[in-house]
């Protein structure tokens, strides 16, 4: 398809991990992101990984890359309920961001 | 201080209106963007400036015209507007506006059409 693919909804208990995966549709981007929107609010960066890395680790924040098979995802270890929120993965395409479907996480006691 | 701001946050209005959306930022920027968030909350670009210059203009209608006098604001002005206008409208900006650069967000303006 020509969307950036992600699943809409995981849920996930307080302290579990959770894995939120994208599928993205070109494969010439240098840079793909994963950006965070909490309720009422616009997005922030949460993190990036260059196209030649297959894995950033930043704290609490694991990204793999996949690139033979156009997947990337995002491990959020230890999960809060302040990490409930919609997350995106971007990838740039024509020297644009294209925004994938977008995958809410909700965070249950 | 707010680093991108959008006004106004909500904003209600009758089909067949005109209307506009202003946004500032205060990072030093060069480039800024609008974004529509429908109601399943797909992203998408609208347009994009560089230094008052129109760089990126999706398929959007002329209905839409973007406005930036100065490259700290890009306003975005509505005519005629319509039930599927009805979204949330994401101000952004960036240091230079290559895709590899971080993107700022203002808070977005949830515009209803009745």
């Known amino acids: 398809g020509e969307d950036v693919e992600q699943s809409l909804f995981l849920s996930v208990r307080e302290g579990d991990s959770s894995v939120i995966n994208c599928t993205y549709t070109?494969?010439?981007?240098?840079?793909l992101y994963w950006y965070k929107q909490e309720p009422g609010a616009g997005l922030q960066l949460l993190t990036y990984?260059?196209?030649?890395?297959d894995m950033k680790q930043d704290q609490r924040l694991t990204v793999l890359l996949n690139k033979k098979d156009k997947h990337l995802s995002l491990r959020i270890a230890d999960t809060q309920t302040g990490d409930s929120a919609i997350y995106f993965c971007?990838?740039?395409?024509?020297?644009?961001?294209?925004f994938g479907t977008g995958t809410q996480l909700k965070v249950e006691l | 201080d707010t680093a991108v701001s959008q006004t106004p946050k909500y904003l209600v209005t009758q089909m067949g209106n005109d209307k506009s959306i202003k946004c500032e930022q205060n990072?030093?920027?060069?480039?800024m963007y609008w974004y529509k968030q429908d109601s399943k909350k797909f992203l998408k670009i609208m347009f994009s400036?560089?230094?008052?210059?129109?760089?990126i203009n999706e398929t959007v209608p002329n209905r839409f015209s973007p406005k930036s006098p100065d490259k700290a604001h890009l306003n975005l002005h509505i005519n005629s507007l319509e039930l599927g206008d009805s979204a949330v409208y994401f101000c952004?900006?960036?240091?230079?506006?290559?895709?590899?650069?971080?993107?700022?967000f203002g808070s977005g303006t949830q515009l209803s059409v009745l």
């Open positions: 971007a990838e740039t395409s024509w020297n644009k961001l294209t």
């Open positions: 952004a900006s960036s240091h230079e506006g290559w895709s590899n650069e971080k993107l700022f």
């Open positions: 070109d494969s010439s981007s240098t840079y």
């Open positions: 990984i260059f196209s030649n890395m």
């Open positions: 990072l030093g920027h060069d480039t």
């Open positions: 400036y560089n230094n008052k210059e129109l760089i």
